[in-house]
């Protein structure tokens, strides 16, 4: 006999989402967000505090500073890296989406043996640390690298090509890092797909190439939008990839963000900025979330 949860068991597990989130996102954020509203200070941490008590609240209120925010927008710095890092995460994106598809819907036309081999062959290189995934395309992208040695030995170039250092090296690195990401939420949607659904196109006259764009890949657009969201998001703020395989040219914002942490111990204005990229990213999502609820209630 199945067990029935009480009311405060429910509400128990439905709060424990928003508990996870309150703990590890917004209250992090909220830190961030007073570190940005402070003035950088050559101290240990390197900002003086608006908040140290709950006492004089109004006077601190005054003191609150958004002179980092107007930095924001007075250094082109800033901005440009905002724009370039929406590019390049943008078009990393489109290419991961362009061999990601072809791959998932090859792996749900496979034998029903094969997937879970295939679906591990996805999976396999989270195995191995990310830095040294990274650090391999150094050795094949440089100039005395494999690809431009196998390309020499071919003939089809007579000169190394100078790949490393480039925003092409980065777009690599990006695809290559993320690629898991857009293929498995693919291949869950359209492994669910109902066959009789092609098989109803087909004998209704549409052809193979007609069934596939009217058929499969509208019902697959919910996987398209899952992992265009999970590349996106962290190509946006990368690192470790624009640094090493980008060099000093690439400007992306994780690079900028690091700086200023790091290099130039100027916490406020790094507050900022991070605090400036999250509501970048959250609130067109939370936007297009909503319109989506609406427009699912309105079909009902």
């Known amino acids: 006999m199945a067990r029935t949860r009480t009311p405060l068991q429910r509400r128990i597990v439905t709060w424990i989402p928003y508990l996870w989130l309150l703990a590890f996102f917004l209250a992090p954020f909220v830190i961030v967000f007073k570190i940005s509203l402070s003035e950088t200070a050559i101290a240990m941490p390197p900002y003086m505090p608006v908040f140290d008590g709950l006492e004089a609240i109004g006077e601190k209120l005054a003191q609150l500073s958004f002179e980092n925010y107007a930095w924001l927008v007075d250094d082109p710095l800033y901005w440009r890296s905002y724009v370039s ?149 962290p190509a946006v703020g990368e690192f470790v990839i624009p640094d090493l395989l980008g060099g000093s040219r690439t400007l992306m914002i994780g690079k900028t963000l690091w700086n200023e942490f790091f290099a130039n111990r100027d916490w406020p204005v790094a507050s900022a900025v991070a605090t400036v990229l999250l509501v970048l990213l959250v609130v067109p999502i939370v936007l297009f979330q909503n319109a989506q609820r609406r427009v699912g209630g309105e079909g009902r």
């Open 85 to 233: 890092s929406l590019r390049i995460a943008a078009i990393s994106t489109v290419i991961a989406l362009l061999v990601g598809y072809p791959l998932a819907y090859g792996m749900v036309r496979a034998p029903a043996g094969w997937r879970p081999v295939l679906v591990m062959m996805v999976i396999l290189p989270f195995w191995t640390s990310f830095l040294i995934r990274v650090y391999a395309w150094i050795g094949i992208l440089k100039p005395e690298g494999l690809l431009n040695q196998f390309l020499l030995w071919t003939g089809l170039i007579a000169s190394p090509l100078s790949i490393i250092n480039t925003d092409t090296a980065v777009y690599i690195g990006i695809v290559y890092s993320y690629l898991p990401f857009m293929v498995l939420p693919l291949y869950a949607v359209m492994e669910k797909m109902d066959p009789a659904l092609l098989e109803a196109a087909a004998d209704l006259g549409a052809g193979p190439f007609r069934r596939f764009w009217q058929v499969t890949v509208p019902l697959s657009l919910p996987g398209v939008l899952a992992g265009s969201l999970l590349v996106f998001i």
